[in-house]
């Protein structure tokens, strides 16, 4: 009895101070967003958050197609949402005890995705969507992050010793500073058309390989698995950070918007999440997910 | 979804004699493109390697990418271990005697979870595409290089994409990016839709996609397609000093056409085998085995057709045919679409069926004075 009693009280205790488990909105199944007259779009930890209640959506590992993740490494996304009547903005923070910003043959970068059905009377199937039933996603990668705060992620970011002596017909040639061979270390030099003939996935102009991104995010749109494909309008926003062990980011979109590929938020509809873990490879299809979940916009 | 239900084609694979699954229907080009490279020519120059990396692969983010490379056997491997860790993941790859392949290929070991059996290789694993090179199995005793015949054997392993008839980069990619080209049987990724998962990078068991890390996506040979366009072989076999490749178009397993050289030294002749058959992805680049390596290493190697492939091939002296084949290994950067031998010269024609290359069996000697009055020097005559 008192080893019961005394596990019970380890438990409330570890509730009290588990900063992620306080002021859990009960109902896993639906979200609420408040609203403000400012939503702090690029600012975590700004107090205007607290308004809005949390949500903790717990994720699961992808198994619906292959490639699939064996092995969680995410449990729950704690969800709070704001709007202005004019933008909605969620902020979802989740443990992630590394911060993975950079990609390379085996390095995958961190992830957390939103997903939105373009008609909520009709719901689509929650993973990605279905031929007929659209979604509307809204993609943030920490390594977009990085790209906008401290300049493309460069060969040289990762691997600073890497020397060229020249990459063809790179604009202007450049030695720097007296110094040669040359190490260029951004893509800005890569502008002529002969040049990013050696950069295929830019002079595809492939939303992969954009080297001036204004936002950490990426819109697109989806039916069915292997279906997403980016939005020609990229009109949503987003900021994230990353404290001590989680991740708090913010993904906001407008409420009413002109662009037919965005879903509409009315009063009631639908949201549902992936999120990725780059230190565990997670990547494309290797994810965690949490199905459709309610979302009440209050006005 | 488990990997039995994933795999929902039989699809007829001719290199391990037998059916296997695949996750699309067979569905063979109209031409498949095809190269054999002898490896007892090659002297490992890298002449092809630099003029793929010239030609494609020399942009920022593409620095550690060689889409032509050549190794050391046994030791080299570009990147590092590509082949043995493939080796030892797949379990017993036995053979009958009929030459069908009783194990599972790629496909059929995927482990729960995967489409493909793989594996990612890390960066540095691409660093040192020259490890291992010219480093032999064994050390020579001494006396032995006077003494004739030694035990101690390396050779040069020259690798490209192999265009494969189920491969298993296009099988891996959940967003379909990859296609093999209806026309010649290309594969190639598509540089507008990738979106870098690298699903094909990790199933590759050739190792032959690449990341590019300022795209964020993956490349790959793209067997030089312009140029296969205009009826030309693609860079690294004109370019090819040891004369060791041929690249032409293979035609369906079931209907080979004698005059075509890559069906001939193929399938009628059987004197060039596919890398790694096992695998199951039916790859098209065709080696003649090296004559002085041991047969066991061999056997993992080319599959069961070692033995045959290598009498063929000592036989050639006598077989004018073959040798009228051979002969025309770097004689003509066009593609060869058929051949024959007349009289003392190897004839290759283009698809409109013109004359591109003849080769003679014997190449003409001509004696020069030692000294040139008309230009006033000295000259030395080479054999
Ligand atoms: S150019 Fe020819 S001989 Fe030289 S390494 Fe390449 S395949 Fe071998
Ligand atoms: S060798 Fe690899 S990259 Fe080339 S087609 Fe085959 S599986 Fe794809």
């Not at chain 1, 992620?20 to 109902?27: I, M, R």
């Not at chain 1, 749109?221 to 913010?250: D, H, L, S, Y």
């Not at chain 2, 797949?90 to 995967?114: C, I, M, R």
Request: aromatic fraction near 12%; hydrophobic fraction near 35%; include cysteine.
């Amino acid at each position: 009895m008192i080893k019961r009693l005394s596990l019970l009280l380890l438990l409330v205790g570890l509730f009290l101070i588990n900063p992620h488990c306080a002021n859990v909105e009960q109902n896993q199944n639906i979200i609420k967003s408040v609203k403000v007259k400012e939503v702090p779009f690029k600012d975590v930890r700004s107090s205007i958050w607290k308004k809005a209640p949390v949500t903790r959506i717990n994720v699961i590992p992808q198994n619906m197609t292959l490639p699939s993740l064996q092995t969680p490494t995410i449990q729950y996304i704690n969800v709070r949402s704001l709007h202005n009547d004019n933008w909605i903005a969620f902020l979802l923070e989740w443990e992630d005890k590394t911060r993975d910003a950079v990609v390379d043959v085996n390095k995958f970068t961190d992830q957390v995705a939103v997903q939105l059905p373009l008609d909520p009377k009709s719901l689509p199937a929650f993973m990605m969507g279905n031929k007929g039933g659209r979604v509307h996603i809204i993609h943030w990668k920490a390594i977009w992050q990085d790209d906008i705060e401290k300049g493309y992620r460069d060969v040289q970011t990762l691997h600073p010793n890497y020397w060229v002596d020249l990459y063809f017909f790179s604009e202007p040639m450049i030695y720097a500073e007296g110094e040669f061979p040359l190490q260029p270390t951004t893509v800005d030099y890569f502008i002529t058309p002969e040049a990013l003939n050696y950069i295929p996935g830019a002079y595809a102009r492939n939303p992969i390989s954009i080297f001036h991104r204004t936002q950490p995010v990426e819109e697109a749109i989806a039916e069915g698995f292997g279906t997403f494909t980016t939005q020609p309008k990229q009109n949503a926003i987003g900021w994230g950070r990353w404290e001590k062990g989680v991740w708090k980011v913010i993904i906001a979109k407008q409420i009413v918007s002109d662009d037919p590929n965005d879903a509409p938020v009315p009063e009631k509809t639908y949201i549902a999440f992936a999120a990725w873990n780059g230190s565990d490879k997670n990547v494309g299809a290797r994810k965690h997910y949490a199905p459709w979940v309610e979302l009440v916009v209050e006005r | 979804m488990s990997v039995t239900s994933w795999l929902t084609s039989k699809v007829k694979n001719w290199q391990i004699r037998r059916e296997m699954g695949y996750p699309y229907e067979e569905s063979r080009p109209e031409k498949q493109i095809a190269y054999v490279f002898d490896i007892n020519k090659c002297i490992a120059c890298q002449t092809c390697t630099v003029a793929c990396k010239t030609t494609w692969t020399s942009g920022k983010g593409q620095e550690i990418m060689f889409w032509n490379n050549v190794e050391t056997k046994p030791y080299g491997g570009y990147p590092i271990k590509w082949d043995l860790n493939i080796l030892k993941s797949l379990d017993g790859q036995s053979w009958d005697k009929e030459g069908k392949y009783n194990g599972k290929t790629v496909f059929e070991a995927a482990p729960p979870g995967e489409r493909v059996l793989g594996w990612l290789p890390e960066e540095e694993d691409y660093s040192y595409p020259n490890i291992g090179e010219d480093e032999c199995a064994g050390i020579v005793e001494k006396g032995a290089f006077f003494s004739g015949i030694h035990k101690a054997w390396m050779f040069y392993l020259a690798r490209i994409c192999n265009h494969c008839t189920y491969p298993a980069c296009l099988a891996a990619c959940p967003r379909k990016a990859i296609y093999k080209r209806k026309e010649d049987g290309i594969v190639l990724i598509d540089q507008s839709r990738c979106r870098g998962y690298r699903e094909c990078v990790r199933a590759c068991p050739y190792k032959r996609t690449f990341f590019n890390l300022v795209t964020r996506i993956s490349e790959k040979c793209i067997g030089c397609y312009p140029l296969i366009e205009k009826g030309e072989q693609p860079r690294c076999v004109q370019t090819c000093i040891g004369k060791i490749r041929l690249q032409g178009f293979l035609s369906k397993p079931d209907s080979p056409q004698k005059d075509n050289p890559l069906d001939f030294l193929v399938y009628v002749k059987k004197v060039a085998l596919p890398l790694y058959p096992q695998f199951g992805l039916e790859p098209n680049v065709y080696y003649i085995p090296p004559i002085h390596v041991p047969k066991e290493f061999l056997y993992q190697m080319f599959g069961p057709g070692v033995d045959k492939a290598i009498e063929t091939y000592k036989g050639a002296k006598d077989d004018k045919e073959l040798l009228g084949a051979f002969l025309l290994f770097g004689s003509t950067d066009k593609i060869i679409r058929s051949f024959k031998v007349e009289g003392d010269y190897a004839l290759g024609f283009n698809d409109k069926g013109e004359m591109i290359a003849k080769v003679p069996f014997k190449e003409p000697v001509y004696i020069r004075p030692y000294f040139d009055k008309k230009v006033g020097t000295y000259r030395h005559n080479i054999p």
